[in-house]
């Protein structure tokens, strides 16, 4: 017999826990089963083909919401070419509604609810004679071969679902990659628990309560091997890992004392519950050593109650303040747009109130309506409508139009590229003084894309630079634009207008320069410094000039941005792209003269 654990992850990159987990803790029987992880990006018949050239006897899938439809469409085809084939599914998206894709879908023979590990042991045995009876396994969904008449006279398949099985030890779970060797260049997913202590309405974890540990002398006996096969990045899926202040500093210290100047570690936490000596511990670790993911969700108080979400965010603000100071930890803050009571207004607050802590990263989501979570019985409650396919993304609410989510997705857009890309830093900033809100700069952004048909297009990273100049000069048009700023004596607006563009260009090229020395030279940027002086540059400060690049500025780009308007400043300056900041990326940079 053989067995197929099939994953199709967002990424090719990543890697899929839940199949690795069932197939390490199959113990005796792990010889019959087989994983084949593939990504969303993979065409339907690539991962149909490859599945299918396995010959298994039993496919089982780990569903989620990015990849069910892929899933979906598969089993049809499979089952075309091997009417034998048993198909199994298991995941988050399938879970709480069982009967509903058993009934609809006739490819599938049965689903696994929830957690998998020894239910899924269990049913290997079955297939293998050794149990004899599926309705003895706790835990899942399946179909009867007996088949009846509904009232309405169409033929029905019988279901059948077991009672549920409790939650086990995660001790239990043996590592989950004992082939680590091929995951070296992969994200690795990695869990030492299991569960959430809040309940917050649109996340699953809100489905049960409870937060389950993975003993601490297993958790570092596990990242010890992480840390010993250099792996590129390990993702801690904990819901919440920081709930536990004593055993996230005792994980934190582990991997500060193991550090082997590579691996990256990224957590999950709440900030405002992050103690002084919390703070401590994460200021002394290597740049780039760990990164967070801090859900804020919402600022408006109304929203959070609703929600069932306790956050303070004047603590919160205070620690990723604290942190972005230190320096050595990159920030992912996320919000969600379309929760209960809050309108676009209020979302326009709440992005101002996340912005202003200058995250390295600033999600912008849509409230995606779970199946088994809180806030799917209270959507007409909240007038909540949402779409009836995978994502279940929401349409519209009581407080926030159709045509308010397209902006805001618009402006999610224009973050990505724009902010969360790290690529344009400081030409952003100089942007801001021009608006009466960050959020209302992207939603400008967004218009001009729009406008102009720019979404239609591809663009490589310097057409973005080109893009972002021509939006500038297009506003600077503007006569209202330039009203409220200081004149030089005798400058008039459209001089002032002419100056704002040139030390524009300046920043965009900064921005530019931080990142890599320029193998072709935007056509907005003047001639570079000369070969002579390049030359005396680089012997003067015993520089290697195939790791370095030098620009002469005639604006103080630093100043100018920080304060929205041109000071005049001739300096030159040297970009090192040996040594970057292992947050930013950015080349370190150095003032050779003002």
């Known amino acids: 017999m053989k067995i197929l654990l099939v994953a199709i992850d967002a990424k090719f990159i990543h890697t899929n826990l839940a199949v690795h987990s069932l197939r390490s803790y199959s113990g005796q029987y792990k010889d019959y089963i087989h994983v084949a992880q593939y990504s969303i990006n993979h065409s339907k018949e690539e991962i149909f083909r490859g599945i299918y050239l396995h010959k298994a006897d039993i496919v089982a899938f780990s569903c989620y919401i990015w990849n069910i439809d892929m899933v979906l469409s598969i089993i ?4 075309k070419v091997d009417p034998k084939v048993k198909i199994w599914f298991g995941g988050p998206e399938v879970s709480y509604n069982p009967r509903d894709y058993l009934l609809k879908y006739k490819e599938l023979d049965g689903i696994v609810i929830g957690e ?29 071969s007996a088949r009846r008449h509904t009232l309405a006279g169409k033929i029905e398949d019988t279901t ?13 779970i043996p590592f989950a990659y004992p082939d680590i060797d091929s995951l070296k260049n992969k994200i690795i997913y990695y869990e030492s628990s299991r569960g959430c202590p809040y309940s917050c309405s649109y996340c699953l974890s809100s489905a049960h309560q409870g937060v389950r540990y993975r ?25 919440t890992f920081n709930c536990n202040r004593e055993r996230a500093l005792e994980i934190w210290r582990y991997i500060k004392e193991e550090d082997n100047g590579i691996t990256n570690f990224h957590f999950e936490i709440t900030a405002d519950l992050l103690s002084d000596e919390e703070l401590e511990t994460l200021a002394s670790l290597r740049p780039g050593l760990i990164q967070l993911e ?20 004047t603590k919160l603000s205070a620690n990723v303040k604290h942190i972005r100071k230190t320096g050595n930890i990159h920030q992912h803050l996320d919000l969600i747009a379309g929760l209960p009571l809050e309108g676009f207004t209020s979302f326009e607050k709440s992005f101002q109130d996340v912005y202003q802590l200058k995250p390295d990263q600033l999600q912008l989501g849509f409230l995606k309506v779970l199946k088994g979570s809180l806030i799917e019985e209270e959507c007409k409650k909240h007038g909540i409508v949402y779409n009836n396919e995978p994502p279940y993304e929401v349409l519209y609410t009581k407080h926030l139009t159709y045509d308010e989510i397209i902006e805001l997705k618009g402006i999610c857009d224009m973050v990505e590229v724009y902010y969360n890309s790290g690529q344009f830093v400081y ?12 959020m209302k ?27 972002l100049l021509e939006f500038f000069k297009d506003m600077n048009e503007l006569k209202d634009m330039v009203s409220n700023y200081e004149f030089n004596d005798g400058m008039s607006k459209d001089d002032k207008r002419e100056e704002n563009v040139l030390v524009f260009k300046e920043i965009l090229l900064f921005d530019l320069c931080l990142r890599e020395a320029l193998r072709k030279r935007p056509d907005y940027v003047g001639a570079p410094i000369s070969y002579q002086s390049y030359r005396l540059i680089c012997d003067k400060h015993k520089v290697n000039r195939s790791k370095i690049h030098i620009e002469k500025f005639v604006y103080d780009v630093l100043e100018s941005s920080k304060q929205g308007k ?19 990326n950015s080349a370190n940079f150095y003032v050779l003269n003002e």
């Open 76 to 79: 049809e085809s499979l089952k």
């Open 116 to 144: 998998g590990e020894q239910t899924f042991y269990e049913l290997i045995e079955y297939y293998l004679g050794i149990r004899q009876n599926l309705d003895n396994i706790l835990g899942i969904a399946y179909k009867n």
């Open 160 to 172: 059948w679902q077991t009672a549920p099985r409790n939650f086990m030890s995660l001790d239990d």
């Open 215 to 239: 003993s601490m002398d297993l958790v570092k006996s596990e990242l010890k091997r992480f840390l010993d096969y250099k792996v590129r990045q390990v993702k801690f899926v904990d819901r």
């Open 294 to 313: 801090i859900g804020v969700q919402t600022t408006n108080h109304d929203t959070m109650k609703a929600i069932k979400r306790k956050v303070d965010f």
């Open 427 to 438: 030409s952003i900033e100089y942007l801001e003084h021009y608006f009466d809100s960050p």
């Open 441 to 467: 700069l992207y939603a400008s952004l967004y218009h001009y894309y729009d406008k102009n048909r720019l979404y239609e297009l591809a663009h490589s990273r310097l057409r973005r630079y080109e893009i």
């Open 566 to 584: 041109a000071i005049k400043r001739e300096c030159v300056i040297l970009f090192d792209y040996d040594k970057r900041n292992p947050i930013t």
